[in-house]
């Protein structure tokens, strides 16, 4: 399965209500990153937390890493319509400390805000 | 900075015939990732470049894909003989740093193979 799997696969909610993403992983990290997708668009990144992190924060954005349950949250307060997106969790793996070079991205969660 | 630049934007094809993509990373950046992204499959790498050089090409799914990047701004992905299970939408991203950076993708190109 999936490196990243993020839940829920879909999530609706009214303007100002707060939007929580979860994400999933298997392996040793360096590092995790969400991104925002657009429909039809390319990737935006968000933010990025180390593993070394417990806690970033961006804006409306906040994102928290628990490595001992290799889970990742992202929360958005306050939501927009225009929040109205796809996000993606993507996690730089490594073997031993070593990274693959690569991230692996998540399926992601459709997130729908209605005005 | 403009941005990563690919073209064409949307490229509809038939059965058999050739398919190249472009990209064009960011000036200085050292990394070029070229992905695909299909509802059943999700986000797929397909390949990475450092430098110019191809680091993983794990993920092309058959010899029909090949990679190149001649120079650092500019990759292309080509497809030979394209077929149905293509279509896809395929986009180039760079970075600084590779996975330890944030990547910065293009708008992607929507290809669709008959």
């Known amino acids: 399965s999936q490196q990243g799997e993020e839940d829920p696969q879909a999530l609706s909610i009214q303007e100002g209500e707060n939007a929580t993403m979860n994400c999933s992983y298997k392996?040793?990290?360096?590092?995790l990153q969400w991104y925002r997708q657009n429909s039809g668009r390319g990737l935006v990144h968000l933010i990025l937390i180390r593993s070394n992190e417990r806690e970033k924060h961006s804006g409306r954005l906040r994102v928290t890493l628990d490595t001992s349950k290799k889970s990742s949250s992202l929360l958005i307060t306050a939501s927009r319509a225009a929040d109205t997106a796809s996000y993606f969790c993507a996690t730089d793996a490594n073997a031993g400390g070593t990274s693959y070079g690569k991230l692996t991205f998540g399926q992601g969660t459709i997130l729908t805000v209605h005005p | 900075d403009a941005g990563v630049i690919q073209s064409p934007r949307h490229e509809v094809t038939e059965m058999g015939q050739e398919v190249t993509l472009r990209c064009k990373p960011i000036?200085?950046?050292?990394?070029l990732f070229w992905y695909r992204q299909t509802m059943m499959r999700g986000l797929e790498l397909l390949i990475y470049f450092n430098n110019n050089v191809p680091i993983d090409d794990s993920g092309m799914p058959e010899d029909r894909f090949s990679a190149k990047m001649p120079n650092a701004s500019f990759s292309t992905l080509k497809i030979q003989p394209s077929e149905p299970r293509d279509s896809a939408v395929y986009f180039c991203a760079s970075s600084l740093r590779g996975a330890q950076d944030t990547q910065y993708f293009g708008p992607g190109t929507r290809l669709t193979v008959l």
């Open positions: 000036s200085g950046h050292d990394y």
């Open positions: 392996t040793s990290i360096n590092n």
